[in-house]
């Protein structure tokens, strides 16, 4: 099982603001590693959505955007779009497990 | 830009050794990126299998170091995966991607392949 867990669902009307919390532990998210996001639309690769915790790379609206504190990470998205139903994951590195972990993953579903 | 493609057999049999290869487009094997590999069974979340640099530097997932290897194929600008003893259990989507890093033990990855299904049945 993974390390860092995500809710399985979280839902919003278009337009609204979303939150999709990444919750990890002293030895990943905790221990200062750095937090990454992650895309997946239906039948698709994963794609690269925000890296180190809150860089956007070229092409990803600034819609979403990413933070962390803590042991916690969280990525928002803010004025929600149909074309945002997907999964997303969010990506660390574990000392304990000496390896990179991935969320549980969450389906963003738009009402 | 940089694309990948992963290319292998898609049914592999019990006990058999499963192989993929991930073709790299518009950017160096020798570069400075961690050439690597993940996988998701169907319908469920990803795992990272592990990685490797050009320089020799290789890290495996403890849960699967004992029966995978990853090597580089310079000539061809390439990378591999090899699974040892597959069980119904490494049926997956099988992605590799290009590991990129600011500072250790920080990698994220992109871009990915478009991934090929990989099944483990008789």
């Known amino acids: 099982q993974s390390v860092l867990t995500q809710p399985p669902s979280v839902s919003g009307a278009p337009g609204q603001r979303i939150t999709v919390p990444c919750t990890g532990s002293?030895?990943?998210?905790?221990?200062?590693?750095?937090v990454h996001w992650y895309q997946q639309l239906p039948g698709t690769a994963p794609k690269l959505l925000i890296y180190?915790?809150?860089n956007r790379p070229s092409g990803v609206p600034d819609r979403f955007s990413g933070s962390k504190s803590g042991t916690s990470a969280s990525l928002a998205i803010t004025g929600l779009q149909a074309e945002d139903e997907a999964d997303y994951y969010c990506?660390?590195?574990?000392?304990?497990?000496?390896?990179?972990?991935f969320g549980t993953g969450t389906k963003v579903t738009v009402l | 830009q940089v694309q990948l493609q992963e290319s292998g057999p898609g049914l592999v049999e019990p006990s058999g050794t499963l192989s993929l290869t991930c073709a790299v487009s518009g950017d160096s094997i020798s570069s400075d990126n961690w050439w690597s590999w993940v996988r998701q069974p169907p319908g469920k979340g990803l795992e990272w299998i592990g990685e490797?640099?050009?320089?020799?530097?290789?890290s495996y997932n403890p849960s699967l170091r004992s029966r995978v290897l990853i090597s580089l194929d310079k000539s061809e600008n390439q990378f591999s995966l090899k699974v040892f003893s597959v069980t119904a259990a490494d049926t997956a989507v099988y992605y590799c991607?290009?590991?990129?890093?600011?500072?250790?033990?920080?990698?994220?990855?992109?871009?990915w392949g478009q991934g090929t299904p990989v099944i483990v049945s008789s």
């Open positions: 180190v915790n809150n």
């Open positions: 002293s030895s990943n998210i905790g221990a200062g590693y750095n």
């Open positions: 990506q660390s590195y574990d000392s304990s497990l000496r390896a990179y972990v």
């Open positions: 490797m640099y050009h320089l020799g530097y290789s």
């Open positions: 991607a290009s590991g990129r890093t600011t500072t250790a033990y920080n990698n994220w990855f992109d871009p």
